[in-house]
């Protein structure tokens, strides 16, 4: 499948705007691959589909989520972590992606997770820093990406869950699994 293939998939399930935030996720993704030896291809395929469940209906969510091997309680949790595993799910059934890395970045793109491999930590990375992004902290992460892959990640994880904290939000434990994960590795 070559990009414009996923390109003309994906737009009709995504709104404007998140189709352009999708496109610069992958180019910000692909940029990140050239600089940490990861492959562009797989950064391009799984950027383009991170974000292609997000506007599924929640019952329908619901039902993939229940008829598949996925954990049940992502159930438990805000809706809004059900589109990465639920789109990597998608991607196989209906355009026969199999590729495990792929998979991956895409099903842990919002809460990242133990053992993130390094196309998990492109894609998480680059969902948050992508040039359509503007938020307090951001500029100090972008800087840091030019440098070290897991420490940006681990700035990532650790601002969302400081982020979900300020809201009382309640957190998903592969979020704090990709934290705690990601400090031991930076000591
Ligand atoms: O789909 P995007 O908006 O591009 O970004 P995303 O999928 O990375 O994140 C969507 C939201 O999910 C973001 O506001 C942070 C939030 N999130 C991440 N981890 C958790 C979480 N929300 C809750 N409630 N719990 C979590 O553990
Ligand atoms: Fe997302
Ligand atoms: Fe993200
Ligand atoms: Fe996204």
């Avoid at 997770?113 to 492109?122: A, E, F, G, H, P």
């Amino acid at each position: 499948m070559n990009r414009q293939e996923v390109i003309e998939i994906i737009e009709p399930h995504l709104t404007k705007e998140r189709f352009e935030h999708t496109l610069r996720v992958a180019e910000t993704a692909v940029g990140l691959a050239k600089m940490y030896g990861e492959s562009k291809e797989k950064a391009e395929l799984a950027s383009l589909f991170h974000d292609y469940a997000k506007y599924r209906p929640l019952d329908e969510m619901e039902r993939i989520i229940k008829t598949n091997y996925l954990p049940k309680d992502l159930l438990q949790y805000h809706h809004e972590l059900w589109h990465g595993p639920v789109g990597s799910i998608l991607i196989e059934q209906e355009y026969g992606i199999v590729d495990e890395e792929v998979k991956s970045a895409i099903y842990y793109h919002t809460t990242g997770r133990s053992n993130m491999t390094k196309l998990d930590m492109i894609v998480f990375v680059a969902d948050y820093i992508e040039p359509g992004r503007s938020f307090p902290g951001l500029e100090e992460v972008r800087e840091k990406a030019q440098e070290d892959l897991v420490q940006t990640a681990w700035m990532v994880s650790r601002n969302t869950i400081s982020f979900l904290m300020s809201k009382h939000s309640r957190i998903y434990p592969d979020t704090f699994h990709a934290y705690n994960d990601l400090t031991k590795q930076l000591n």
